[in-house]
Each structure stands twice: as C-alpha cells, then as structure tokens.
C-alpha cells in the first residue's frame, strides 16, 4: 500500500519555541493532504485542510496563525506549531490520498510534548 | 447532520473469541464512504477497509469481517478467534459524498479492545 511518512514520531520542546512537523508521501502524489489532532483517548480532530500550492484551509477555532501549514510540493507538507504551550502538547497525524477515489493512508503520528 | 457513533467505548474480550465491533452513522447523502482504521498503541493509523455507500455487500478479510447494513445505518466489523495482536483502538469514520467533501473524514470515538490472553 501506499506510504505516508511523518517526522519526527516525538518532539519535546520548550514553551515559546517553534516545532515543525513533517508529512510526505513516499510512493504517490498527493494533491491533499489533511493534519488531525487526537487528545488521549479521544478521537481525531481535523485542524486543517492541506493543498498543494494553496493555501490550507482550516477548520473553526483552529488558530491559522498558531498552526502553520504548507504544502509546497505534491509529495510534501509541513505543519508548524508555533510559540508552542504546554497546551499544544497531543498527537498530530497526517494524511494523504492520491485522488478523491482513493482512500487516505496516514502517516504515524508525531508525539509533541511542550514543556 | 453527519455522524458516527461507536457505543462501545471499551471491550475486553479472551484469546480466541469472536468480537463485533458496532458502528452506526447518520447522513443525509447519498453518496458517501464508510471506513475502519485501527490504531494500535503505537499511535499510527491502520487503514482497514473503505466501503461506498452503493456496495452492501459483506465483505471477509482473513478473520475480519464486515456487515453494512443501510437500512439500519450501520456499518459493524466483526473479529474471528481474536488475539492478542489484535488490543487496539478501532475507529469508524464516514466520509460524506461531493466534491471537496470525500476525504474529509468525520470520526467515532473508538473503541478500545483489549484481547487477553
């Protein structure tokens, strides 16, 4: 199957520094890619709407200023946590799908602890 | 109004016992995507299976199993002869028909199971 690869898979940081997140697709384009947030035990949330060469469109009450997204190429996007607080502290995911017919394979989670 | 309901939050079931999984959704679509990924304590998201809302047929994967079922708006995965490897988080998720719509994922809650040996 296909092959979506994000990194780093833990990240701890300081409170007000920046932490980048990366997911790319390794054996297919991806003109869409989509970034979730998952609380523990809890299920995933859509923070944003990933297109290549656009900019992202994000969910409500996602702070667009906080979570940057770009999608500069068809194979990759990159969320960054900016001036990050403790309360930024989850699970993000990515996912990636070829064509609106196909289904979406995910990265495997980046574990942000801000400290 | 879109939405999935797992009510089963925790399961725990013994090596080798059959264990179904329920899912039901709500949609006014007609057109849409039901999915099962599993997500074990790793973090990382298992895709499972993807079924469209103009295939009922059940569909058997080694010893999992799925019934879809629109009259009842369920859509319920099934493990034979559980094991061990098989303690994850699954989740059900629906994908509402439409362009710009298809891959925008709305989510259960999961459920949690627990196979013990």
């Known amino acids: 199957g296909a092959v979506v690869s994000q990194h780093p898979s833990r990240v701890i940081c300081k409170s007000g520094t920046s932490v980048k997140i990366e997911c790319r697709s390794l054996?297919?384009?991806?003109?869409?890619m989509f970034w979730y947030r998952q609380f523990p035990k809890q299920s995933l949330m859509l923070m944003a709407t990933?297109?290549?060469?656009?900019?992202?469109?994000?969910e409500q009450g996602v702070e667009k200023d906080k979570f940057l997204i770009n999608h500069a190429s068809l194979t990759l996007s990159t969320l960054t946590v900016t001036s990050a607080h403790p309360e930024d502290s989850s699970f993000y995911i990515c996912s990636a799908s070829q064509t609106l017919e196909t289904e979406a394979f995910f990265g495997q989670g980046t574990r942000l602890t801000v400290v | 109004a879109q939405k999935v309901t797992q009510a089963q939050t925790e399961i725990s079931v013994v090596e080798k016992e059959d264990v179904t999984l329920d899912c039901v959704y709500e949609t006014r679509d007609t057109t849409y995507y039901l999915f099962w990924y599993k997500q074990p304590p790793s973090g990382e998201l298992v895709f499972l299976i993807r079924r469209n809302s103009f295939d009922e047929q059940n569909e058997i994967s080694g010893r999992y199993s799925w019934n879809f079922q629109k009259s009842t708006s369920s859509f319920n995965f099934t493990i034979t002869a559980s094991q061990v490897v098989d303690s994850a988080v699954y989740f059900c998720?629906?994908?509402?028909?439409?362009?710009?719509?298809?891959?925008?994922?709305?989510w259960g809650l999961g459920t949690s199971l627990a196979v013990n040996p």
């Open positions: 054996d297919f384009q991806a003109t869409t």
């Open positions: 990933s297109n290549e060469g656009s900019k992202a469109t994000y």
């Open positions: 998720a629906l994908t509402p028909g439409g362009a710009g719509n298809n891959r925008k994922l709305i």
